[in-house]
């Protein structure tokens, strides 16, 4: 009987290794968790009027998805009124040539901080007419992105749409895609937004998820708990 109560409780402790190397799961030592980096109202700030103001986008413009908005400083987008007449509220235009010089017309930023030690996801981005997306530690709440890690460099050339070819724009399929992988820290998106003419819309959209990833040293010792359970109910059965 001494022997089947021990051979319990090792098995036990085994399958209960394996559960704890699950994190957020079955009460583990870790939760998985996800940190939601959207673009809106009151959200963030910029470096114009302080506050990000929700507008309306351009027809021309990339729709919203699920819990982001297009952004601005103020009412820069084009509105009922505005769409009618043609007249916006752009901002100062900035020259073009093989890169993006001048003055931002806005910086927009949004700080997060990770927990987990390992946390990844994608950010999409878009811009009128582009922007240079920046990621710097801590908290920043003024000047450019330029003390941070450039992600996503923005484009001078202006297409129809926005800047073209290709991200960064404002169309549906000009976004730019970022994969992000960042461990435990205070983070802040930098956005710096330029209008590369006059006379149109402007404002940013930003979304991305970031979640927690397991470290593979938390798969290894689920699986050496499961083997080390199946080999002792192997002799188990065998005696």
Request: with cysteine; aromatic share 8%; glycine share 16%.
């Amino acid at each position: 009987m001494a022997s089947v109560v021990g051979l319990r409780s090792i098995c036990l402790g085994l399958l209960l290794s394996a559960v704890i190397a699950i994190p957020g799961q079955f009460g583990g030592v870790a939760s998985a968790g996800t940190i939601d980096i959207f673009s809106q109202p009151g959200t963030g700030s910029n470096n114009v009027s302080g506050t990000n103001t929700g507008i309306m986008a351009s027809p021309a413009w990339a729709a919203a998805p699920m819990g982001a908005e297009w952004i601005s400083y103020g009412a820069t987008g084009c509105n009922t009124f505005v769409a009618l007449t043609g007249i916006c509220t752009p901002g100062p235009a900035n020259p073009m040539g093989t890169t993006v010089t001048g003055t931002p017309t806005a910086v927009f930023y949004q700080t997060f901080t990770v927990t987990d030690a390992l946390d990844t996801g994608t950010l999409d981005v878009w811009a009128d007419d582009t922007a240079g997306v920046w990621l710097d530690t801590g908290t920043v709440t003024s000047g450019t992105g330029a003390g941070g890690i450039l992600e996503w460099a923005a484009n001078p050339n202006l297409g129809q749409n926005c800047a073209e070819p290709m991200p960064i724009g404002c169309t549906a399929g000009t976004e730019a895609q970022i994969g992000l992988s960042l461990g435990p820290g205070t983070y802040t998106l930098v956005i710096d937004a330029y209008q590369l003419v006059g006379g149109s819309p402007f404002g940013v959209m930003y979304d991305g998820v970031l979640t927690n990833t397991p470290e593979p040293a938390s798969f290894m010792l689920m699986g050496l708990g499961l083997v080390g359970l199946g080999t002792l109910i192997r002799r188990r059965k065998r005696a």
